[in-house]
């Protein structure tokens, strides 16, 4: 779609015109020296309208925003030096002949090419919530590195992605494209996807610029609407929600993105708090921040800058370094620099910023390093690619209950497989797929029918739409159930209920879903429910009444392969729960991270005068790294090393993990702690530590943590991160709910 738009904007006058750009040469990469040298004599040359020119930044066709209401003649910019990075434009083809017309500008500074590669390029892998499900950090990096391969050699130099904001609010439709409601799970990951995208050093053609995004606190957005202001303590923006972005930014990432929302009345882009003070000033982060689509002239409409040339101003002093589709800085920042009312020296350092980046890719040596067809087609149809698609799909999935042992499947020889996402494609991507290939997606009914044995019968029917209220169907489902022995109910929300500006007051499993469950199960049939969704839903009569239930997210191109591996067996689960699901959406917002609060509810039912709700518990659908397995674990022999700890000491603390059943299994062996008494309320559960493990039928393993003086410490009213002397709570389980072993440690003063 974007190529043939893409070409409408840009080939029809240009395809005689382009100019034979070189092939692509491994080129040397410059050092760093040599960068500052070469950065110095351009911006030496260059006029204050090209250095601005470097900090704008417009959309292909594509757009994933409001739409431009640009007037500029985008061609008659991008030669004259004044567009440093276009997003939304992809392929050889297309950003090859644009790079030409920029390679005619003056001093032919080459453009970056950006685009959303946030769980895959081509080959598409399971939304990151999905992802974050896995626990395991090599196969979340490894799922970055194919995408950054995909895209690299599609002529994409940078993606805004990871996603990196912490969401405890399903409410909220991003939380598909986070790593969930931890701080630590979150930055593991963050550093994780970032070394994916990037390598261990950026300028590799097999490697893009990562984006970690959004700067700050966006996942906190007032009733979970999009967009909405965020209100909260420094203290938990310190200790929750930037501390995966200090994670990518150590992890090298070489961008950050700002934010929507504004952080206690300032919007982040004009925040000088967030991005000077914080980002370059106290983590001296030396990349370059873009505003996210449009949020330069949002502060307009936020009340906060009365002009775009306000905005413009406020957002360079703040340390907005390039401006996505606000067309702000094209328009106004000449004029503010002329009348002193921006410095030039700021329009500098962003300048210095990108170009920096630009040097680093390789880009002024061979501007088309990352555009060689020959190498396009030959990694676009990598089979390795789908591999670790399906790998990363089934680490994903999480088995929710799984009643009387109904999973794996036995050789069943009729199996119906009903319901409105029995057979969807395009759901299985998910959101964020910009421009993917869809129709290469296999379904859940595809990835039975290949995987059962001729023996089986697999039948099929629809059964209703995953939303209106049409029961039209049912009689047909019912029928197909009854013909068979056991039946795959296939249901959740379309891939378009979340993500970008998808945010839902009522997060129960949409339409008369529900109700086709209840009319198969009437059958006395064994139902297995499989979830696709964006975000935890409510599902409580499947959750009370189902076989067996498994949350697949939305699992991308082998989502099919990956659920048929996992309900015969193939595969046994070992995905735990990223983010809390609620029994009812006025939990919300909802974590594990509860307080004990002054009246805690120590006997189920008394809740007379105690923190509690009349009409629900306060306990979760399913708690914070929940997620069951075809085995079972026992965990035993714990010991500490040592039961108090001076200042600065560590200690270790292990237990032993035994598989005693019959599957070979993994575990994600889970650390968390409670502060029991210090300068500030601590929360009941802090998750410090994981492993996972994989064993055998019968295989035990000694597990060992360390227990870190960082492990113990947090951000008092001073905001200084420090641990206090007292006693620590230590835990050790399979979920935030299912503790298996407890032991205690005293902090010496
Ligand atoms: C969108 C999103 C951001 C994305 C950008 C470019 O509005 O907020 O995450 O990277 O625009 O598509």
Redesign the pocket.
């Known amino acids: 779609m974007l190529s043939s738009t893409t070409k409408s904007l840009f080939l029809a006058a240009l395809l005689l015109t382009a100019g034979s750009p070189a092939t692509a040469q491994k080129a040397k990469l410059p050092t760093a020296a040599s960068i500052e040298q070469r950065i110095d004599a351009l911006l030496q040359q260059m006029t204050l309208e090209e250095k601005i020119g470097q900090l704008n930044q417009y959309s292909g066709r594509e757009v994933?925003?409001p739409a431009s209401n640009r007037k500029n003649d985008l061609l008659n910019s991008i030669r004259n030096g004044q567009v440093g990075s276009m997003?939304?434009v992809k392929g050889v083809a297309d950003t090859r002949t644009i790079q030409a017309e920029a390679l005619k500008s003056r001093l032919k500074i080459p453009l970056l090419f950006s685009l959303?590669v946030i769980h895959g390029y081509q080959t598409v892998f399971p939304i990151p919530l999905g992802e974050a499900a896995s626990w395991d950090l090599a196969a979340i990096r490894e799922s970055a590195h194919v995408a950054a391969r995909e895209a690299a050699a599609s002529g994409i130099h940078w993606t805004?992605a990871p996603?990196v904001d912490i969401g405890r609010d399903p409410r909220w439709g991003r939380v598909m494209e986070g790593a969930g409601e931890d701080t630590y799970l979150g930055s593991q990951i963050a550093r994780a996807r970032v070394l994916g995208f990037q390598g261990e050093k950026l300028g590799g053609t097999d490697a893009i610029m990562a984006c970690a995004?959004?700067f700050a606190a966006y996942g906190a957005a007032l009733a979970g609407r999009d967009y909405n202001a965020v209100d909260m303590s420094e203290q938990q923006l310190w200790e929750v929600y930037l501390p995966p972005f200090k994670a990518a930014a150590d992890a090298g990432a070489a961008t950050f993105?700002n934010s929507?929302n504004t952080l206690n009345g300032v919007p982040a882009t004009g925040s000088n708090y967030l991005q000077r003070d914080i980002l370059k000033g106290q983590w001296n982060y030396q990349g370059f921040v873009v505003s996210?689509?449009g949020s330069i002239a949002e502060m307009v409409p936020w009340g906060y800058a009365q002009s775009k040339s306000e905005a413009a101003q406020k957002a360079l002093a703040a340390g907005s370094d390039m401006d996505?589709e606000s067309d702000a800085y094209h328009t106004t920042l000449a004029q503010l620099v002329k009348e002193g009312k921006a410095d030039i020296k700021l329009v500098d350092d962003a300048v210095r910023r990108i170009l920096r980046k630009k040097f680093e890719l390789g880009l002024f040596d061979d501007p088309y390093r990352f555009s060689d067809l020959k190498r396009e087609k030959k990694v676009l149809n990598d089979p390795q690619h789908r591999l670790a698609a399906r790998d990363a799909a089934r680490k994903s999935v999480v088995l929710l209950e799984n009643r009387n042992n109904t999973l794996p499947l036995a050789q069943q020889r009729t199996i119906a497989v009903i319901g409105p996402l029995a057979k969807a494609k395009r759901d299985l991507a998910g959101s964020w797929i910009v421009l993917a290939d869809t129709t290469q997606i296999t379904s859940l009914h595809d990835g039975l029918a290949k995987r059962a044995g001729k023996n089986t019968q697999i039948r099929y029917a629809k059964g209703c739409e995953v939303q209106g209220d049409s029961r039209a169907g049912f009689a047909q489902a019912v029928e197909t159930a009854k013909a068979a022995d056991v039946v795959v109910l296939a249901v959740g929300e379309t891939w378009d209920m979340s993500g970008?500006a998808k945010s839902r007051t009522d997060i129960r499993l949409p339409g008369v879903q529900e109700e086709l469950f209840q009319a198969l199960k009437a059958t006395g049939k064994p139902v297995v429910v499989v979830l696709m969704a964006g975000r935890p839903l409510i599902f409580n009569t499947i959750a009370d009444q189902a076989d067996a239930v498994l949350y697949g997210w939305f699992p991308g191109s082998e989502g099919g392969t990956a659920l048929a591996d996992v309900l015969y067996g193939d595969y046994n689960p070992g995905g735990k729960l990223p983010s809390t699901f609620p029994r009812a959406v006025g939990q919300i917002p909802i974590s594990y991270q509860q307080y004990n609060t002054g009246r805690p509810v120590t006997k189920p039912g008394d809740i007379r005068y105690k923190s509690a709700y009349i009409d629900a518990p306060n306990t979760p659908r399913y708690a914070f790294g929940h997620g069951l397995s075809y085995t079972t674990f026992k965990y035993d022999n714990l010991k500490l090393s040592q039961p108090s700890l001076a200042a600065g000491q560590t200690a270790t603390l292990q237990c032993t993990i035994t598989n005693t059943g019959k599957a070979t299994g993994e575990e994600v062996v889970q650390l968390y702690l409670r502060d029991l008494v210090a300068s500030v309320a601590r929360p009941l559960k802090e998750l410090k530590d994981f492993q996972k493990i994989m064993l055998k039928p019968g295989e035990t393993r000694t597990v060992t943590f360390t227990i870190t003086p960082d492990k113990l410490a947090f951000y008092n009213r001073q905001l200084q991160w420090q641990a206090e002397p007292g006693d620590f709570q230590l835990m050790l389980g399979s979920a935030s709910d299912d503790i298996r072993l407890e032991s205690k440690l005293t902090l010496l003063p």
């Open positions: 994933t925003g997003l939304n959303d805004f996603m995004k959004h993105m929507f996210d689509w996505m970008e």
